[in-house]
Structures are given as C-alpha cells and as structure tokens.
C-alpha cells in the first residue's frame, strides 16, 4: 500500500468537500452570482427602496461577482487557482498597440461618428478637461475600482473558462446572456415601457459583440484580465463624453471596434496568435487547468 504525497493528498480533499463544484463550477458561480440574492437580489433592493444604487454595484461586484469567482476557485482548483487569476488581473506587458486599442479605441470611434453624423460638439468644459476627466474615469475610477474586479469573474474566470471548452464565439454569446441578465434590475428601475424594451433588446443584442472583443484581448494578451477591465472602464467612459449628443454612438463604437480589432487578427494574426476553434481552446485551458506539480527531486527519468 502506497502512501499518497502532500499534493495528492490534497487534490483528493478537494474532491470530496467540493464534488459539486468540481463538477459544475460555472453552474455554482452563476447560481451565487446571478440568481441567489448576490446578485439579482441585491440589486433589487434600491430599485425597490430608492436607496442609492452604488453601495449595491460595490457588493455585487466584490462579493457577488468576485466573491463567488474567487471561492468556485478555490474549490476546484486550490489556492493555486486563486493566485493564478488574481496575477491574471495584474497582466500588463502587452504591445503597445494593443494599449492604444484598448484605451483609445473607444473614445475616438464613439468622436468620429459624433463628427460623421453631426452630433459632436464642443465639451463644457474645454477638450484638456474632457481628455483628463475621460482618463480618471477609465483607469483610476473605472477599471481601479470596479471594472477590472468584475472582469476578474466575467472574463478571467467565466469567458476564459468557456472559451478553454467551446472557443472564442462560443464563449462571447454563453457569457454575453449572463452579464446583460445581471443588468435587468436597473433596467427595470423605471418600470415597463417602451424606451426600457428597446433599451434592453440593445443590451442583449450588444452583450455578446462586446463579450467577443474581450475574448478578442484576452486570446491576445495571454490572458490578462487588465485588459479587460480598462476595455469595459473605456466603454463606460466614452459613454459619458460631453463632446457628444445622444447614446448611440458609444454603442455604434463597440460594435466598430469589434469588427476592426476582428479583420486586424485575421490579416495579421496568422501564426502568432490563436485562430481557430481548437487553437482558441488549447489558449485558454493554459490559463484556467490547474498545473501539475512537478516530479519529486531524483524521479527525472524514472
């Protein structure tokens, strides 16, 4: 009879206490971030009171969204999981161009239809105040203290998960249904007419094209959950540009820049990124399968 190492041992603890985690984890983290009061339920709570919705957005997103993401983690693939994620969020060695798509993208898209369509015009308070209110917005309070923690669940844990089973265009639709679902209470704030259909048809019509730029980044970053958390912080930002009149613009930007940032890959991209179902696959199961540890000192060639 063979004793099992500390790492076998291990593994086989989390087997017993986690076995219905193990074996639906996306399930687990959707029921606690989505349906459970995590998430549906605590937004309800200020739509239904009046109370102000931001302490609400704070714990869906750090206890709801991160929370669950972070213990599902810890479940299935150990402490080791849960630092690999969380160095994903930290991830910041990527071209430069694709820093300038990510943090510029946005903005300049959602200007030049603005410009093309004649609804651009000169911001309140001068072009130097836009620019800078714009960059607070996207990297300090956006992305710092938001976005890049909801990211953390959405893209790092939920997409990159799917997209290691099913692919790029898979994973962008199965994770575009849940994160515009999670929305539907503010939605719903107003109650029911025909501004708040349309506005949430364009949610889910939207959600998916969206989801397939960050599965886009994180195919072409490595993994790294910044990029994604600047590129959703970008998206708020540009949506509130004083230079521009109207709504849909920053939403005619998303869908442009998915399409520019898609035809750059396929022209560009061959052999030095992940194109392709099964090359999309094999990606992303590098950043989400747990490793193996390696042999014990005097096993090589055994």
């Known amino acids: 009879m063979?004793?099992?190492t500390p790492?076998?041992?291990?593994?086989?603890r989390r087997t017993r206490t986690g076995a219905p985690v193990r074996r639906r984890p996306l399930t687990v983290f959707l029921l606690l971030a989505l349906a459970l009061v995590l998430g549906w339920g605590g937004l309800t709570v200020p739509v239904l009171t009046g109370l102000p919705v931001e302490p609400f957005l704070l714990f869906l997103t750090f206890v709801g969204l991160l929370g669950s993401a972070l213990?599902?983690?810890r479940l299935v693939d150990g402490p080791g999981g849960i630092r690999r994620l969380l160095g994903r969020a930290f991830a910041w060695r990527f071209g430069p161009g694709r820093w300038a798509v990510i943090l510029l993208g946005m903005p300049m898209l959602t200007l030049a239809l603005a410009a093309v369509t004649g609804s651009l015009r000169s911001p309140p308070g001068g072009w130097a105040h836009e620019a800078g209110w714009y960059l607070f917005s996207t990297l300090?309070?956006?992305?710092?203290?938001?976005?890049?923690?909801?990211?953390?669940a959405w893209g790092g844990f939920l997409q990159s998960r799917l997209t290691a089973r099913h692919g790029l265009l898979v994973a962008a639709v199965l994770t575009g249904l849940p994160f515009?679902?999670?929305h539907l209470p503010l939605y719903l704030a107003e109650g029911w007419n025909g501004d708040v259909a349309r506005n949430i048809a364009l949610l889910v019509l939207l959600a998916p094209v969206y989801r397939y730029l960050l599965g886009m980044h994180l195919l072409d970053t490595g993994g790294s959950v910044l990029a994604l958390g600047i590129?959703?912080?970008?998206?708020?930002a540009a949506g509130g540009l004083g230079a521009v009149t109207g709504e849909w613009q920053v939403m005619g930007a998303v869908v442009l820049l998915t399409l520019l940032v898609a035809l750059e890959r396929r022209v560009r991209g061959q052999g030095s990124r992940p194109l392709g179902r099964d090359a999309e696959r094999r990606a992303a199961a590098a950043w989400t399968e747990p490793r193996s540890?390696?042999?014990p000192a005097g096993d090589a060639g055994t």
């Open 7 to 12: 790492d076998r041992r291990d593994t086989d």
């Open 180 to 182: 515009a679902a999670i």
């Open 71 to 73: 213990l599902v983690t």
């Open 231 to 236: 590129q959703h912080a970008s998206w708020n």
């Open 2 to 4: 063979t004793t099992p």
């Open 140 to 152: 300090i309070y956006g992305a710092l203290a938001l976005n890049l923690w909801e990211e953390t």
């Open 293 to 295: 540890p390696g042999p």
